[in-house]
Structures are given as structure tokens and as C-alpha cells.
């Protein structure tokens, strides 16, 4: 028995989709175990190229069983879509394959307007929220006002407590926003139209994974966004409103007697991040423009222009150590090929001081980078398959890293593809 977990070690969006897609071929399990449909993972397979948010990465590998946890905000809308999106590229999404906790909250429509109510109110000081509904969600949660999916099961008890949150809930919309309330009729027409669609995947999922964990199986935890982004440890208030860290994973899957054995990190070869908040690394203009052209550095969710920069070693190093990463994954090291100097973020430069360390919230606003330059490749590596493979100002690049953030570099991804990766 083997339980992994594979997280992000920056902003998000490092690629961990790929990550999951490509070791899930060792694994029987795999659970996503926080977050909801307002981050995206890539996956490009022989089944084609796929944006997932809510259906795990494993979704794609015969055999393996995926669970969406009791620490995931479950959009019944979104969900749906994503099923019906993947079935139509011959993907087969069955409760055989896909096991829904029934201790996860329903992420009601009302969540996602309140999310676009809250940030309009915010106006130029917003937190850049994706306006999927996750943080109103995560407040209702822990005020132990959601819905949890398995009253799907019990349709007389599910209106009686939809009925007392409708009150409750239409106070703030009329009241602090202004807006129209919600009425039971409209409420329960959706409940019809997608509570209904999930109910066949709902099941005790803890149950299923004590006993997956008792047959010895392999267990893949999947987390969201990164560790940067997580509620205690990030950007504070720039970040999601759930714990993205590996550390959660025991609780958000529903398998707290999980010990895991290895963590993966998943770290892109240069950086970016979507949304507002610090982003010490920063570029602008054309050396921007360039590298988010080579990278393809768009939005999975929303197709927003990602933020991009070189690699940054401070908050990379901070990263790691939050995920108590075993192992990392260098992603998308093709991109830089087209650079003669790889440009790295080494330090930062904090009140005319300079650190190693990643600084408090507060001070993140006036931290400087100090780069450094490496020697460029200047030639296509995305045929790599061996670390021999590489030109050797690549190699040193890699190392560099390694040293740096305290973490051995197990893969590196030459490609988007799932054959497109080095294993060291």
C-alpha cells in the first residue's frame, strides 16, 4: 500500500493535472480532497486535451475509482457539465469509476451570486475571485449552514432544511446587496435539474477508502491550487478559502487514518499566477507578453491572461516546505527554450534588507525581487525522454533548483503530453 499526494508548490496552475494523469497509472485511488470548480487542471492524453475542475485527474485511467471528498465544495452544475463534456469525448464517467462523499456540502447557485455580489461591493480593492462561489460557500460551511449531498437521499428533510437556510440566506441578498431573494420554487427547480443528476454517485466514501486502505490499495490525493494559495499558509487574503496543503488531505478525503508516504510538489520552470494579490516575480510588457505567448498562459477556469515571471526561489522554497514535499515536479522547461538567459528570482528585498525568506503577508506588497541570470539552451528539448537528453545548460538549470529549494527533482516536463516527462 502507497498514499501519495499531489500538490501545488506556488500560485496554482503548475500542473499538477498532468502530474496526476501521469502517475495515477501506479495507483487504484484517486481522491480530490479540498477546493471546487474555480481552478483548472489541463490533461492531454490519447483521448484528447481536457480542462477538469471538479472530476479528478484519474478520471482518464481504467480502473482507478475517483472520489470527490467531503472537503470539496460540490457544485452540482459544474460537475455535470464536466461529466457530460468528458462522455462526449469517450470518456466513461459511471458510479463505478466516480464516488461522490455524501458528507460533502452543495455548493448552491445562490453561493455563486453572492461571489459576484461581494466582489462588485469590493471594486478595486476585490481579492480576484474566479466568481464561482467558493468563498460564500466556505463561510456557509463553516457557520454550518450548507446542505450536505447525501439529504439528496432524503427529499422530505432536504426542503425542510433548504426552507430555513432560504430565510436565513435571503436576509443578506435583500438586505447588505440589494438583490432579488430567492424563492423555494426556483431553489427546488434546481435541486431537480442537478442534485438529482449526482445523486447515483453519492455513497459513504469513507467507508469505501477505510476499506480500499485495509485491501492495500494505492491512494493519489489531488489538491487545488497551491500552497500559496492556501486559506492559512498563502497570500492572506489573496488566496482560496480552503487548506490546499498536503497536510489536509487525510481530513478532506475522509481517510484521516492516512499516513502518506510520498508528497509530490508540482513546480513550473518559470512562474505565474491568475488572480490579484503580491506576486513578488512579476514581469510586464513585452518580456511578459513573450513568455505568457510561449507558455500558453491563459486561464483553465476563466481564459483570464495569467501573471507570469521567472522562477522564484523564495516563495518556491517556502512552498515546498508548507507541502513537506518529498519529491518535485519541474513542469513546462520547454517553454524556456527560446531564452538565451534564463532569468531567477533569488531573493527578495524587504525594508532595503535582503532575504531568503518569504516574508509576511503585510510586508509582501513592498518585497523587491534580485535576479540572477543562467545560461539558455537555445534549442528544442520537448523530445527529451532521458536526463542524458538534455543540453547541459538545461541540466544545470534543473540542479540549480534542486539545491536551492531543498527538494530532489524527480520529474521534469519537457511537454504537455503524457509521454513528455523525465523521470530522474
Not at 495515477?24 to 489541463?42: F, I, K, L, S, W
Not at 537528453?389 to 504537455?416: F, M, N, T, W
Request: proline share 5%.
Amino acid at each position: 500500500m502507497s498514499n501519495c499526494a499531489i500538490v501545488g508548490i506556488n500560485w496554482g496552475d503548475e500542473g499538477k493535472g498532468r502530474m496526476v494523469d501521469l502517475v495515477t497509472e501506479g495507483y487504484d485511488v484517486v481522491v480530490r480532497y479540498q477546493g471546487g470548480g474555480n481552478a483548472g487542471h489541463t490533461v492531454i492524453n490519447e483521448k484528447g486535451k481536457f480542462a477538469l475542475h471538479l472530476l479528478p485527474s484519474g478520471i482518464f485511467r481504467a480502473g482507478v475509482v475517483n472520489v470527490l471528498g467531503n472537503g470539496v465544495a460540490l457544485d452540482c452544475e459544474s460537475l455535470w457539465t464536466e461529466i457530460q463534456d468528458v462522455a462526449a469525448k469517450g470518456v466513461s464517467v459511471t458510479p463505478e469509476n466516480l464516488k461522490i462523499s455524501d458528507r460533502a456540502s452543495l455548493l448552491l447557485p445562490w453561493h455563486r451570486e453572492l461571489d459576484g455580489l461581494e466582489e462588485a461591493r469590493l471594486a478595486d480593492k476585490k481579492y480576484g475571485s474566479t466568481k464561482q462561489g467558493i468563498a460564500p460557500f466556505y463561510s456557509d460551511k463553516y457557520q454550518k449552514k450548507t446542505v450536505m449531498a447525501g439529504e439528496l437521499l432524503y427529499p422530505e428533510r432536504l426542503r425542510a432544511h433548504l426552507a430555513d437556510l432560504l430565510e436565513w440566506k435571503n436576509l443578506t441578498l435583500e438586505r447588505v446587496y440589494g438583490a432579488e431573494p430567492w424563492t423555494m420554487e426556483r431553489l427546488m427547480a434546481w435541486v431537480a435539474d442537478y442534485g438529482e443528476k449526482i445523486k447515483p454517485y453519492l455513497c459513504d466514501t469513507g467507508a469505501f477508502l477505510r476499506q480500499a486502505q485495509a485491501d492495500g490499495k494505492n491512494i493519489l490525493f489531488e489538491a487545488q491550487l497551491g500552497a500559496l494559495r492556501d486559506l492559512d499558509f498563502g497570500i492572506y487574503p489573496y488566496t482560496t478559502s480552503s487548506n490546499a496543503v498536503a497536510a489536509y488531505a487525510p481530513v478532506g478525503s475522509g481517510l484521516p487514518s492516512a499516513k502518506l508516504d510520498e508528497i509530490i510538489g508540482v513546480v513550473k520552470a518559470y512562474s505565474s499566477c491568475v488572480g490579484e494579490g503580491p506576486f513578488t516575480c512579476e514581469w510586464s510588457g513585452e518580456k511578459a507578453d513573450k513568455l505568457r505567448e510561449a507558455g500558453a498562459e491563459y486561464g483553465a477556469k476563466t481564459g483570464r491572461p495569467r501573471r507570469v515571471g521567472p522562477i522564484d526561489l523564495v516563495a518556491t522554497r517556502y512552498g515546498v516546505q508548507c507541502q513537506g514535499a518529498t519529491n518535485i515536479a519541474l513542469t513546462k522547461l520547454d517553454v524556456l527554450s527560446y531564452m538565451t538567459e534564463i532569468p531567477i528570482c533569488a531573493r527578495y528585498e524587504v525594508d532595503g534588507h535582503q532575504t531568503d525568506a518569504f516574508p509576511f503577508p503585510a510586508l509582501l506588497p513592498e518585497a523587491k525581487p534580485i535576479e540572477t541570470t543562467m545560461p539558455g539552451w537555445n534549442c528544442d528539448i520537448s523530445s527529451a525522454r532521458k536526463w542524458e537528453d538534455l543540453p547541459e545548460a538545461a541540466q544545470k538549470y534543473v540542479e540549480y533548483i534542486e539545491r536551492e529549494i531543498g527538494c530532489h527533482i524527480g520529474y521534469v516536463s519537457v511537454g504537455p503530453e503524457r509521454e513528455a516527462i523525465i523521470v530522474r
